[in-house]
Each structure stands twice: as C-alpha cells, then as structure tokens.
C-alpha cells in the first residue's frame, strides 16, 4: 500500500504540475499610466490597456482597471473630436 502523490512545493513545477509563474505588478503599472494618458495622449491609453488587459488576463487576474483605461482612451478621443468640430464652427 503506497501513499498517494504529493503536489510539489510552489514554484517547483515538476511532472504533471504547471509551474506557477509570480503575480506581475506591470499589467496594473500600465494601466495606471493608461489613466493618465487620457489628458495628454489618448491614443496611448487605448494600447497600454489592451496590452495591460491581456497580461492579467494571462496571469489570470480580473482585468477591470485595463478595461477602464482602453475605454477611457476612447472616450476621450471622442470628447476631444466633438470639442475640435464645435470649436471649428464657432470659427466662423
């Protein structure tokens, strides 16, 4: 009578174990600069959200904030369009 197999100890990976991989502060990093870049580059908040996005998605970590950066950038692209063409019309 044998004992049954044992999981490794964490970060070990081993035979028929997935090596878990450490949480990654980047994915929340940019996000939170993806935040900022609505006032200045709105473009760029919409890239760093979705490359933050996929990075928690891979880490598989909800991905709320990212989400709220690349629909932000959006918004603000947006916002400053429709300023662009009122303030073109009251040109003239």
Do not use: H
């Not at 870049?37 to 996005?53: D, E, K, R, T, Y």
């Not at 998605?57 to 947006?78: C, E, F, L, N």
Request: glycine share 10%; hydrophobic share 40%.
């Amino acid at each position: 009578m044998g004992y049954p197999p044992q999981p490794p100890p964490p970060g070990y990976g081993g035979a028929g174990y997935p090596q878990q991989q450490p949480e990654s502060s980047t994915p929340q990093v940019l996000s939170i600069i993806g935040i900022v870049c609505w006032f200045c580059c709105s473009p760029a908040a919409i890239v760093l959200g979705l490359v933050a996005q996929s990075q928690f998605r891979s880490q598989g970590r909800p991905d709320t904030i990212a989400k709220v950066a690349w629909i932000g950038g959006i918004v603000a692209i947006v916002v400053n369009i429709l300023v662009f063409i009122v303030r073109l019309n009251s040109m003239s």
